[in-house]
């Protein structure tokens, strides 16, 4: 099925909404994501760059063709996930051989990631489902699945305030979305032209989501408020 969404951002987001995951797991799993690659399907460690003598795309590529024969053993993280233990570089290689992909397409890479949350870290696809917040999404996956060497409290914050930046982006934004879809502004055929009229001089404001709320009950001291802005312009 292919991805739905404009960027890769998009993308890894619904992917992974579509699998369950809950807005906090998503943005916490991005996160490190982020931290580990860039987002980046393709992404050689760093570190290799030089010793290896490639760069990402030259790496993907040998390693797609067979000309570089070492991709399991040579201990260099490698993908969104930098999968780095030769056993996990082992099951990603069959896993893209099987879906007859190449190693870096971001499809088979996120995949394969949510495969091995499914049936090797069970209890970190628990959390990103159910989690109420993006630091505990972001620990579940960094001290659970990622676990790289270093685990410090100063990494923990800064992979979930990665995870912050994209629940920010996404979660909070389809929210907005949400709430104003559900705008009551659309005012019976009787009213309009009274609302119109409001609307005009200032009597009838929205929220703070721009909502009328025109078929609402109105308290008494909504109605004041409506009666001294009438006398105003009178």
């Known amino acids: 099925m292919a991805l ?15 699998k369950g995951l809950n807005d906090y797991g998503c943005a916490g799993l991005m996160g490190n994501l982020y931290a580990e690659s860039a987002l980046n399907s393709k992404n050689l460690q760093n570190s290799f760059e030089k010793k290896l003598k490639y760069t990402d795309e030259t790496y993907t590529k040998a390693v797609d063709n067979g000309q570089y024969k070492n991709f399991v053993r040579d201990s260099a993280g490698y993908g969104l996930a930098q999968w780095t233990y030769w056993s996990r570089k082992q099951a990603m290689l069959n896993f893209a051989a099987s879906c007859k992909k190449s190693i870096g397409d971001l499809e088979m890479q996120l995949d394969f990631l949510y495969s091995e949350l499914r049936t090797g870290y069970k209890k970190v696809l628990d ?14 996956v960094l001290l659970g699945f990622e676990r790289p060497a270093d685990q410090s409290e100063a990494v923990q914050s800064k992979r979930a ?9 996404y979660a909070v934004k389809e929210d907005k979305s949400m709430a104003e879809n559900k705008l009551d502004n659309t005012p019976d055929a009787w009213a309009k032209e009274a609302v119109d009229w409001a609307v005009e001089n200032k009597i009838l404001f929205g929220d703070e989501n721009g909502n009328y709320k025109l078929h609402n009950s109105c308290t008494r001291q909504e109605m004041l408020v409506f009666l001294n802005r009438m006398r105003k312009i009178v």
């Open 4 to 18: 739905r969404g404009a960027t890769v951002e998009q993308k890894i987001w619904n992917y992974f909404k579509d």
């Open 127 to 140: 959390v990103l489902t159910s989690v109420r917040s993006v630091f505990e999404a972001s620990n579940a």
């Open 161 to 169: 305030s990665y995870g912050e930046g994209y629940y920010e982006k």
